[in-house]
């Protein structure tokens, strides 16, 4: 069992940046492949980026390509999200997940509650 908890959402004008941390409980944290996931109001959560247990491989969505990086420290059951160059399309409610490397929401077992991101133009 893994629990999730995100945290450095918040308001930023276009171009700006954040970054976002999503701390887990569980001893299987390290083991998983944690994801980035976001929802915007009436849309579908999509795939944002996701990093192997071992760093060793990152995937990103076209869109955010070149201004995200996932990264994640096991020593601190802890996966960041940098943000750079926001843009208001990027505004959401951002979520980290545990699972399997993929780009699926079907994929992973574990979510957090999410954090707001608003980016105002």
């Known amino acids: 069992q893994v629990q999730l908890e995100e945290s450095g959402g918040g308001l930023v004008q276009a171009g700006g940046s954040l970054r976002l941390s999503c701390t887990g409980s569980g001893r299987t944290f390290s083991a998983y492949t944690l994801g980035w996931f976001r929802q915007a109001p009436g849309k579908e959560r999509t795939f944002v980026a996701a990093i192997t247990w071992d760093s060793s491989s990152t995937a990103y969505a076209d869109s955010v390509k070149g201004r995200f990086a996932i990264s994640r420290d096991n020593a601190r059951n802890t996966v960041y999200l940098q943000m750079n160059s926001l843009k208001p399309d990027d505004t959401a409610i951002y979520y980290c997940?545990?699972?399997?490397?993929?780009?699926?929401?079907?994929?992973?077992?574990?979510w957090g509650q999410g954090t707001q991101v608003t980016v105002s133009s």
């Open positions: 997940a545990a699972g399997l490397y993929s780009n699926s929401t079907n994929a992973y077992n574990y």
